[in-house]
């Protein structure tokens, strides 16, 4: 099975990739900023509200898909400084049980798009 699942924050904004993408029983889902939903502006307040809005855009297209952080079995993270590494794992922590963490990667990035500090992307387990 292969679909290509847009959302109304991504079909709003216009952008040109699905919010995310459904091969067998694994949810690709494209990589996501701290923007308000459905408009290309981010959240006021720096690292931690940024993280905050990108985790609840997350938390969005999972529920989209029916799925929760709980099926989330790899992220990538991106950040435009990595000494704001600490910041982001602030919040993301709360978004995961303890013994639930996704594996992970993080790297700095020179830039990301609408100048935000962090981008996140992710895959979670679809099946029964």
């Given at each position: 099975?292969?679909?290509?699942?847009?959302?109304?924050?991504?079909?709003?904004?216009?952008?040109?990739?699905?919010?995310?993408?459904?091969?067998?029983?694994?949810?690709?889902?494209?990589?996501?900023?701290?923007?308000?939903?459905?408009?290309?502006?981010?959240?006021?307040?720096?690292?931690?509200?940024?993280?905050?809005?990108?985790?609840?855009?997350i938390?969005?297209?999972?529920?989209?898909?029916?799925?929760?952080?709980?099926?989330?079995?790899?992220?990538?993270?991106?950040?435009?400084?990595?000494?704001?590494?600490?910041?982001?794992?602030?919040?993301?922590?709360?978004?995961?049980?303890?013994?639930?963490?996704?594996?992970?990667?993080?790297?700095?990035?020179?830039?990301?798009?609408?100048?935000?500090?962090?981008?996140?992307?992710?895959?979670a387990?679809?099946?029964?």
């Open positions: 099975m292969l679909q290509f699942i847009s959302s109304p924050a991504v079909k709003a904004a216009k952008l040109p990739f699905s919010a995310a993408t459904r091969v067998g029983d694994v949810l690709y889902l494209s990589g996501c900023l701290g923007n308000v939903p459905g408009k290309m502006e981010l959240v006021p307040g720096g690292m931690e509200a940024e993280a905050r809005q990108t985790m609840e855009n938390k969005s297209v999972l529920a989209e898909n029916g799925l929760t952080f709980d099926q989330v079995f790899k992220a990538t993270v991106m950040l435009a400084d990595m000494k704001k590494w600490a910041d982001f794992n602030k919040v993301y922590v709360t978004y995961f049980h303890p013994d639930r963490m996704p594996a992970r990667s993080a790297f700095g990035a020179s830039a990301l798009a609408l100048g935000a500090q962090v981008e996140v992307e992710c895959m387990y679809c099946g029964k």
